[in-house]
Each structure stands twice: as structure tokens, then as C-alpha cells.
């Protein structure tokens, strides 16, 4: 069976932090899979007779003393998830199926949700290793991941710095004294310090009226300018290029059966709820992705073209905007990680958001938890890309792709599972 080598560093300052390895055996019938305490050892749990059945074998991964560096050994996995946790261990439980009821940051009866931890995702299958930084659920203690291949050569997502938490909820906090609209909510503290930063979709699932109404009048001036405008969508897809208008309160697109009602402010940062539901249609779900990644990074007014014809300093640039994702990427050492769920889509051949890594011959993830290389970086160096926006700024319009990598964007697909995922494992969670 092909296995991979994971190098797993701890730069928390902590000597008690553990790993875990959760996902899918592609090689054994997608089985569900869990990595045991060994750091090598497969574990297959079978279906138990009752909910919240805790696991059978140890899945806690030792790291080792602060500046450790732990190797452990996977084999091929799908939809899988790198959990890391300091001064504690998760609690993971099985219901029948078998189905994991992962740890939560929405459930506060959850026996995890006190606990320092993070995560990033990855899946290796027989073309490549794809993983990436995710930010979609929340933020908390940074994780970095350099991917050497068997020529030697490496690719690095440096993530947040070793004090991004503090700079991220200092910046939300900031950001609501200015527009008073709810972002200093989604920051969660323990003790008096802060234990990580939500992101809006899931700070409402603590306050289902959180944020309700902020993207209304974004979204009206939307479908005014398109009742007059064309909007052209590049799907990168087999369709390529579709145009839309908006008629009678609905924004028609030329592809057959293809339309929107306008989206609530929920919808826009869920990427999964009503106009912006996941339909079965490709065509449709990539118009989609690509409107919801509009929306969030408040692009619609600038120009017609999307993603195309769109840069990222285009981005976040109006006052109503997820300014959640806006602070997470200026804090991010390189800029990238995923903020929302398609924080992936990007111009043809532009730069990259989402903070992936991937190569079809992997030799080794080295994955850092704490802070990557750096140590910290002080509020001066990013104190201008995470000031609050004050007032609407419309800048001009994009006039192509920026200096981008050939990204293919696998991860598109990736992030449409983990939506479905999500909302099955909100349901068994105690």
C-alpha cells in the first residue's frame, strides 16, 4: 500500500501539543480512517450501536517538546483533516454508520470547544497531494506547510505569524468600532485571551442574527446595476463565458435554467444556503462559486467581468465587504489561506488566495504548527492592510489576472465537500 511521509513541527512554545490524522482510505473502500497514537498505524472504526461512542484506540498523537519535529505515515487519504491541540487532547466520537462527530467551534456543549486547536485539510490520492490552510470555519494557532516533491523541489504556505490570532481579532474589533455591524462578536476568548477568531458564517450559527441584514443595499445596488449592464461570468468551464441581467427582481443568466434571486447576507457568507445552494447542475454551481466569491470580496460594482477582468487588489476595496476574509489575508505572511469557501477562485492564471500546496510526486508535507518561520510580526507591519475600511471606495476596475502561479485550483471541489460535510456533521454533534 503507497504511504506518505508527514514532518510535524511544533513551534507553539508548548511541550504538550497533540496531532491527529482523520479522513477516507481511498486505497480501502473509502473507509472511514483515523491515524493511531503511533503515528503509523491505520484505524478503522466500525459502526457502533449507539450515538457518541467514544474511539477505540488512542488517536492522540504525541509532537513532542516545543521545536520538535514528529514523522508520521499516511496512506492515501480523501477529504482528510491534520488536527493539532495544545495543553489537552480532542475528543472525537463515533455514531452508526460509522460517521466521526468531529470536534466544534459552533457547539458550545461540545467537549472541545474551550480547547485550543486547529486544523488544515488535505487529500493524496495516485495524481497528486493537494492540502491547504483553512480559514473557512475560524482561525486560531497558525499552521505553515512546505511540500517537497522527489526533485527536491518546495512549495510553502507560510500562514499566519506566531501572534495572528491577536492581530486578527484586534483588527475585527477595530473594524466594528468603525461600522458598529457585529465583527468583534465573532472574536472568542478564554481567561482573557483570545482562543480564536470565527468567521461570520459561523459566528452565526451562534447568533442566527448576526450580520442578517449587512449585505442589503450591496446587494440591491447589485441587481440595479445589472438591470441595465451585462455581467459576464467566466465559468472555466466547459461553458466558458455566460452573460446575465437582472429582470423583474431576478438575474437571468444565457444558460438554460440558470437564474438567482437575490442572495441574503447569509447566503453570501455561507456560499451553501438559499440562492446560493449547491444545485447539481456544474454549469450552474460554477456560476455560483463565482458570484459568491464577488460578493464576499465585493467586486460586482467594479466592472462586468468575473472572476476575470478582476485583481486582487481589487478586492475587498467597498465598505460592506467580509471583512473577516479581508483581515485574514492581510495578516497572513504571504497572503493566502482560505477565508470562505471559494476563496479559490481567481482570474485565469491569477495569483492564488486559497493557500494550497500540491505536486503530483510529493516526497514530504512538513506541516508547523505556531507560527511558521517567523516569530511574530509587530501591529506596525500590518497595521495599514487591516485598518478598518471607513467608507465605500470603489477603485478602478481590474484590467486582468495579477502575477499568478498557473493555478488549476483543485481545491474548488475540495471546498464543495467540505459544505456538505459540514452540514451533516452539525447534526450528530452533542
Known sequence: MATLNFALKNNTGSNTVYAYITGRAIDNGNALFLLRSDGRTAYYPTSPSATLTSLSWDCAIPMGGSGSTTNITIPHLAGARLWFVRDNKLTFYLNPGPALVEPSVSNQSDANYNLDWAFCEFTWNSAQLYANLSYVDFVSMPIAMTLTNTSGATQTVNGLPANGLDLVCNALKAQNNTDGAGWNQLVIQKDGRNLRALSPNTGRTLNNSLFNNYYDNYVNQVWNKYTNDTLTVNTQAAAGDVTAKVSNGVMYFSVSGVSYTKPSSGDIFSNSSGAFAVSGNGTKDAITARLAAAFNRSTLLLNGAQPNGQNVSNYYQNYVTNHYSRICHAVSTDTRGYAFPYDDVAPDDGADQSG???????????????????????????????????????????????????????????????????????????
Open 356 to 430: 494550497s500546496v500540491y505536486d503530483g510526486s510529493p516526497r514530504l508535507l512538513t506541516v508547523t504548527i505556531g507560527g511558521g518561520s517567523s516569530n511574530s510580526v509587530k501591529q506596525s507591519a500590518v497595521e495599514e492592510a487591516v485598518a478598518p475600511v471607513q467608507e465605500a471606495k470603489e477603485p478602478s476596475p481590474g484590467t486582468g489576472a495579477g502575477a499568478g502561479n498557473g493555478n488549476a485550483k483543485p481545491g474548488r471541489f475540495h471546498e464543495l465537500r467540505k459544505i456538505v460535510g459540514k452540514l451533516s456533521r452539525r447534526k450528530s454533534n452533542p
